[in-house]
């Protein structure tokens, strides 16, 4: 069974540039989750999709946004690029039944670099 | 809302001893609780989750989390350290089994083993 693959796994952006992230879930798993991981805040939430809906949002502003297709990939798209944005973004995907606490499955991780 | 805190960013212990990785949880209903491992340049691994049941859990790699309600805690043990224990772990929570709120992360601790 193949894995949670993130695509691409690396990217330079120049600041004010929008980029869009892209996560295939592992096969039948229909929830997404999003997260940014930097060296001093660990890993922050961002967005979960489940069915093509957003089930939950972090703290993050408008820039940040996502969404789930019906084949359960997910995107994420970063506007107006600030140096901020640089890290490590991780896709996850659980079966995400609602009710069912299975544990999350996570890419390698797209790193972003904003020059 | 739901948080993690882990409050050693970095524990060192020789290889051989015990170990264990602290990791302390706040929610307002029942907490289903989670830890995974990052070795360097690699998405997160899941190692063990507590659901409902026994206080005691086992997972990957020999590891154990015990779960103490009273002291909202969910540390991470085990008995014998490997080098190759070495990586970042990541406590995780979610508040509910209703898929109505995220799973969020502590920052990490890294764990140093020393042959």
């Known amino acids: 069974k193949a894995g949670v693959t993130q695509t691409p796994r690396y990217l330079i952006k120049t600041r004010g540039q929008q980029v869009t992230l892209s996560c295939s879930p592992i096969s039948g798993h229909r929830s997404v989750s999003w997260y940014q991981q930097t060296p001093g805040q660990g890993l922050q939430f961002l967005f979960e999709?489940?069915?093509?809906?957003?089930?939950n949002k972090g703290n993050f502003p408008g820039r940040f946004s996502g969404r789930q297709f019906s084949n359960s990939r997910s995107e994420m798209n970063v506007s107006t690029l600030e140096l901020g944005d640089s890290a490590l973004y991780l896709c996850?995907?659980?079966?995400?039944?609602?009710?069912?606490?299975?544990?999350?499955?996570f890419g390698q991780g797209t790193r972003l670099t904003v020059v | 809302a739901q948080s993690v805190a882990q409050p050693e960013d970095q524990v060192n212990v020789a290889e051989g001893n015990p170990l264990t990785v602290k990791c302390t949880y706040s929610?307002?209903?029942?907490?289903?609780l989670f830890w995974y491992v990052q070795y360097p340049n690699r998405g997160l691994q899941f190692l063990l989750k507590y659901i409902t049941g026994d206080n005691l859990v086992k997972g990957s790699y020999g590891f154990e989390a015990e779960f103490n309600k009273s002291q909202t805690s969910f540390h991470l043990k085990k008995p014998s350290a490997l080098v190759s224990d070495s990586a970042l772990y990541f406590c995780?929570?979610?508040?509910?089994?209703?898929?109505?709120?995220?799973?969020?992360f502590g920052k990490g601790t890294r764990l140093s083993v020393i042959a």
């Open positions: 929610v307002s209903g029942n907490p289903y």
């Open positions: 996850a995907s659980s079966s995400g039944t609602k009710g069912v606490l299975g544990e999350a499955f």
């Open positions: 999709y489940f069915s093509e809906t957003q089930r």
């Open positions: 995780a929570v979610r508040d509910d089994g209703s898929g109505n709120t995220p799973l969020v």
